[in-house]
């Protein structure tokens, strides 16, 4: 499968507290269901571009209530980066391609039992598309 291109949100895991259970829901009935918090909602509307250099950029549409000033700041310092007229990066992991699987580097460190935790986590396909931690991905056209 060609990853490289930008994804967005299609499905995101939760918690259901009726069954107990993680369940995969769709990302439109979660955005307009009242009960869950508007903020808790925010990372819903973020994309994710895998480039062909083997990054996967998180980005988030930038807030309408950030200053311009802090905005052009936090720019100009390096810490976040501009994508197109709208988003910004606000993360970059590592993905590749090994033994048939596509994977990304969690970030994850340390150690289990005297082992090396493996910091790489497979990229599983979906009848939509991919799964990308707990989120259910499609790619946009």
Not at 128 to 138: A, D, H, K, R, T
């Amino acid at each position: 499968m060609n990853v490289v291109g930008l994804w967005k949100i299609k499905k995101a895991v939760q918690f259901d507290a009726a069954t107990m259970k993680m369940v995969e829901k769709d990302v439109d009935a979660i955005i307009a269901d009242s009960s869950i918090p508007d903020d808790e909602k925010k990372m819903l509307y973020a994309k994710f571009l895998f480039t062909e250099d083997g990054w996967i950029k998180t980005l988030f549409p930038i807030p309408e209530d950030i200053p311009k000033e802090e905005l052009d700041e936090m720019l100009e310092s390096g810490e976040m980066e501009l994508y197109g007229d709208s988003f910004l990066v606000i993360e970059k992991k590592g993905w590749k391609e090994e033994d048939g699987k596509l994977k990304f580097d969690t970030g994850t460190k340390g150690e289990v039992m005297g082992e090396a935790v493996d910091p790489w986590a497979e990229i599983k396909e979906t009848e939509y598309g991919i799964m990308l931690m707990v989120y259910g991905l499609e790619k946009e056209e």
